[in-house]
């Protein structure tokens, strides 16, 4: 009873309606995303490496307190004491700690410009996201406007059929066509509804919200330009090819760093205060090597060593994904775009002919209502293929941009047309 109670409250709640367009979802999406937090977060890291190797100090100050009694040999006078404070500390005279800094520079430098990436993958996802809900909206409205006019098409048969006018397979076609003109309305709705739902998630919307898109984007009127200036372009624009640029370059400067602590001495000195039998006070200061004679930091230096290997690996890895990316996603948007143009230009023009002249027809008396028919859901889906075309034209064009590292706008510019 519970259950029942909660389900009729939710299906009777109000919803909220939320206007978006594109660019103000991609916004909301990468405000919200937790892979975003998340990169933010990786800055830390570094940070703290950077503020730790800020001084070439290795390790931290001694402060040594210290009271000896003495009593003299012959048993003249009484029990004396000697006190002393002696503080030390080593220091690097071999520059690893600012090598050490400077690698973590790097890494906060390549942590902040995977923040930088992570915002461009969340934005991809959100524009991906919001097509699949603006074209899922489309389809949804042109089948159940198809569906409303296969039913009352339906009602004329019925009433041509009472009327004897038209025979019980024509009726019966007339009557199969509305059926499957809703159930294809029925399963466009549940495809919007599941489009809308995966929006939600990337924009963290809260339930019951129904998201309501704006009109998408015009497509760039110019042809994208190559694939090696694209990819060229890619190489500097990307943040994660930089990023992995700078962490393999790190990586080098872990490297001497790590090899310095094996080789260069540490300096340690230090100062002496203190007081003999009460009376003397002493003051002095020590000064010394500390050599690395057995700790020669070859474990250190070999984990430095192999994450250097893999940084400089992963910048390859990075480099012939970008390459990859840029060549796969330019050749699906040419190829979408072309099939875009020759629907748009070609195929929508017939079909809309088509059931111009039809319904002319009908209205005459020229062809039944099996014709009518015929023609009409061919139109619908036509009209139903087109969205899908116009979707890999979308997701081509996003996905292209994406791969480049730059805004969708900017494949205009690039192509020599207006922004």
């Given at each position: 009873?519970?259950?029942?109670l909660?389900?009729?409250?939710?299906?009777?709640?109000?919803?909220d309606?939320?206007?978006?367009?594109?660019?103000?979802?991609?916004?909301?999406?990468?405000?919200?995303?937790?892979?975003?937090?998340?990169?933010?977060?990786?800055?830390?890291?570094?940070?703290?490496?950077?503020?730790?190797?800020?001084?070439?100090?290795?390790?931290?100050?001694?402060?040594?307190?210290?009271?000896?009694?003495?009593?003299?040999?012959?048993?003249?006078?009484?029990?004396?004491?000697?006190?002393?404070?002696?503080?030390?500390?080593?220091?690097?005279?071999?520059?690893?700690?600012?090598?050490?800094?400077?690698?973590?520079?790097?890494r906060?430098?390549?942590?902040?410009?995977?923040?930088?990436?992570?915002?461009?993958?969340?934005?991809?996802?959100?524009?991906?996201?919001?097509?699949?809900?603006?074209?899922?909206?489309?389809?949804?409205?042109?089948?159940?406007?198809?569906?409303?006019?296969?039913?009352?098409?339906?009602?004329v048969?019925?009433?041509?059929?009472?009327?004897?006018?038209?025979?019980?397979?024509e009726?019966?076609?007339?009557?199969?066509?509305?059926?499957?003109?809703?159930?294809?309305?029925?399963?466009?709705?549940?495809?919007?509804?599941?489009?809308?739902?995966?929006?939600?998630?990337?924009?963290?919307?809260?339930?019951?919200?129904v998201?309501?898109?704006?009109?998408?984007?015009?497509?760039?009127?110019?042809?994208?330009?190559?694939?090696i200036?694209?990819t060229?372009?890619?190489?500097?624009?990307?943040?994660?090819?930089?990023?992995?640029?700078?962490?393999?370059?790190?990586?080098?400067?872990?490297?001497?760093?790590?090899?310095?602590?094996?080789?260069?001495?540490?300096?340690?000195?230090?100062?002496?205060?203190?007081?003999?039998?009460?009376?003397?006070?002493?003051?002095?200061?020590?000064?010394?090597?500390?050599f690395?004679?057995?700790?020669?930091?070859?474990?250190?230096?070999?984990?430095?060593?192999?994450?250097?290997?893999?940084?400089?690996?992963?910048?390859?890895?990075?480099?012939?994904?970008?390459?990859?990316?840029?060549?796969?996603?330019?050749?699906?948007?040419?190829?979408?775009?072309?099939?875009?143009?020759?629907?748009?230009?070609?195929?929508?023009?017939?079909?809309?002919?088509?059931?111009?002249?039809?319904?002319?027809?009908?209205?005459?008396?020229?062809i039944?209502?099996?014709?009518?028919?015929?023609?009409?859901?061919?139109a619908?889906?036509?009209?139903?293929?087109?969205?899908?075309?116009?979707?890999?034209?979308?997701?081509?064009?996003?996905?292209?941009?994406?791969?480049?590292?730059?805004?969708?706008?900017?494949?205009?510019?690039?192509?020599g047309?207006?922004?």
């Open positions: 009873m519970l259950c029942l909660l389900s009729v409250q939710l299906l009777t709640a109000p919803q309606t939320l206007v978006l367009g594109v660019e103000e979802a991609v916004a909301r999406a990468v405000a919200v995303s937790p892979i975003v937090t998340t990169a933010e977060g990786a800055v830390e890291g570094p940070r703290g490496e950077r503020a730790e190797n800020r001084w070439p100090f290795p390790s931290n100050p001694s402060l040594e307190f210290e009271r000896v009694s003495r009593t003299p040999a012959t048993g003249l006078g009484g029990t004396v004491y000697d006190r002393g404070l002696a503080l030390r500390q080593e220091v690097e005279i071999g520059g690893q700690g600012f090598l050490r800094a400077s690698a973590a520079g790097m906060i430098d390549a942590a902040e410009m995977l923040v930088e990436d992570a915002r461009r993958v969340v934005g991809l996802q959100a524009r991906l996201a919001y097509v699949r809900v603006a074209l899922a909206q489309r389809r949804a409205a042109q089948v159940d406007t198809a569906a409303q006019f296969a039913e009352r098409l339906a009602e048969a019925q009433n041509r059929l009472n009327a004897g006018a038209i025979n019980l397979i009726y019966n076609t007339a009557a199969l066509e509305a059926a499957r003109q809703r159930s294809i309305a029925y399963r466009a709705q549940a495809d919007e509804a599941s489009a809308a739902a995966d929006l939600g998630r990337i924009l963290a919307l809260a339930p019951g919200t998201v309501q898109t704006r009109s998408l984007p015009s497509l760039p009127t110019e042809p994208p330009p190559s694939a200036v694209l060229a372009h890619a190489l500097n624009e990307r943040p994660d090819h930089s990023a992995a640029l700078l962490r393999a370059k790190a990586g080098g400067r872990a490297v001497t760093a790590a090899r310095l602590d094996g080789w260069v001495p540490r300096l340690e000195f230090g100062g002496v205060l203190g007081q003999e039998a009460e009376q003397d006070d002493l003051f002095g200061f020590t000064i010394g090597l500390n690395p004679l057995f700790q020669r930091k070859q474990a250190e230096t070999g984990v430095a060593q192999a994450e250097r290997i893999a940084s400089e690996a992963a910048a390859e890895a990075v480099r012939r994904s970008i390459h990859s990316e840029v060549q796969a996603a330019l050749s699906r948007y040419e190829r979408a775009r072309g099939a875009e143009q020759l629907f748009a230009e070609t195929v929508l023009r017939a079909a809309a002919e088509n059931v111009a002249l039809s319904e002319l027809s009908f209205d005459e008396g020229k039944g209502i099996a014709e009518v028919m015929v023609l009409r859901a061919t619908v889906a036509t009209q139903l293929e087109y969205l899908e075309v116009l979707a890999d034209v979308y997701q081509g064009w996003y996905q292209l941009a994406a791969a480049v590292g730059i805004p969708p706008t900017r494949l205009n510019e690039l192509a047309g207006q922004p």
